[in-house]
């Protein structure tokens, strides 16, 4: 193939970090190696890769944090998270789902091990994205969408090799359940082993594969459990074949061209709108939310 997407690097897990008490993650990006545009239009890339929490009555988790700019996506493997914000919105994410909450103009909320989990411990296993805004839509209204794995888009392969489930975007002309305000592809590839799954994307979209379970062969090149395959911006096709069952998150979407000013929670695009993000958190303008 000539026009197939040369892999730019593959990165193994970095050191894993705590947010709140409640994630271990492996934080792929924004850093030096895939800067805050190298993804766009995702931003950042959380792995909580496998872990065993013991049983705890007092859920662990991150508490109250305010978001104004962007996107948080929640994609549960193992485990499951409940929410609450601001706006008396909450709810559970649980395995094999994903919320993808819209924080745009601004939101307090928490995130933490949903009750009867934390009960009884056990493995977890999440990613969580921070999916952009262009200038346009940064104040935009919150809002949320719940999705369950059976509202998702689900392309079978022939001969029971596995499932594209489709998050956000198109495969084959399956299309997903998130609406979103940029285009983009999020898909879950479920591989049974020795599945063979090609994949197209204009070469100008940012595009890179996290390997959640297994391992695989992409492009020729062997891609091992929690690492994250960046591809160059040179070809369109990805060509996989899976070396075990294997479940690969697939990413690519149009860049958003332009200025990222970042700050904690807050991806504005110049500093002025985050320092009027701080004021406005100050001055109680993302609501209350009791700790
Ligand atoms: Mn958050």
Known sequence: MSNIKTIETIIAPPPPHMVGDGFRVHNFFPNNV???KRMSPFFLLDYNSKVEFSPREE???VGVHPHRGFETVTIAYHGQVAHHDSGGNSGVIREGDVQWMTAASGLLHKEYHEKEFSRKGGLFQMVQLWVNLPAKY???PPKYQEITNSMMGRYDLPGDKGVVEIIAGEFNGVKGAASTFTPLQVY???LKKGAVLEMDFPSFYNTGILV???SASINNTAAPADHFVLFKNDGEKIQITASEDT???VLSGEPIDEPIAQYGPFLMNTWAEVEQAI???SAGKFGVLED
Do not use: C, T, Y
Request: charged residues 35%; positive net charge.
């Open 279 to 281: 004021n406005d958190v």
């Open 59 to 61: 859920p662990r988790g």
């Open 34 to 36: 895939i800067d805050k």
């Open 138 to 140: 940064k104040m935009s």
């Open 212 to 214: 959640v379970e297994g």
């Open 247 to 249: 479940i690969l998150l």
């Open 188 to 190: 879950n590839a479920k």
